[in-house]
Nanobody, 114 residues
Framework: VQLQASGGDLVQAGGSLRLSCAAS????????MGWYRQAPGKQREQVAR???????NYADSVKGRFTISRDNARNTVYLQMNSLKPEDTAVYSC?????????WGQGTLVTVSS
């Protein structure tokens, strides 16, 4: 079972995007969900995570700009990204936290132009 992220696009610096990721109920209902990203030539890093009750945690690099949320009725997790910077350019993926290898999908590409 792979988790498929969507919503990536080419956007200018300062712009916004909203990413979505739907999961099966069996995965979503009992899991902390996270967004991750991998920039060209860099290791994948966790961007944000949210637990079942809605408590969130963010990487320092995105605090105040990104917001993670989840819709438990739709088994979907979102990442609202504002004030995007060129250094946010990466492939964004969702997974549980901690991540499970079998859940990695292709991710969605976010490109921020300067």
């Amino acid at each position: 079972v792979q988790l498929q992220a969507s919503g990536g696009d080419l956007v200018q610096a300062g712009g916004s995007l909203r990413l979505s990721c739907a999961a099966s109920r069996s995965i979503f209902s009992f899991s902390v969900m996270g967004w991750y990203r991998q920039a060209p030539g860099k290791q994948r890093e966790q961007v944000a995570r949210i637990d079942i009750g809605g408590s969130t945690n963010y990487a320092d690099s995105v605090k105040g700009r990104f917001t993670i949320s989840r819709d438990n009725a739709r088994n979907t997790v979102y990442l609202q990204m504002n004030s995007l910077k060129p250094e946010d350019t990466a492939v964004y993926s969702c997974n549980t936290y901690p991540a499970k290898r079998r859940y990695w999908g292709q991710g969605t590409l976010v490109t921020v132009s300067s």
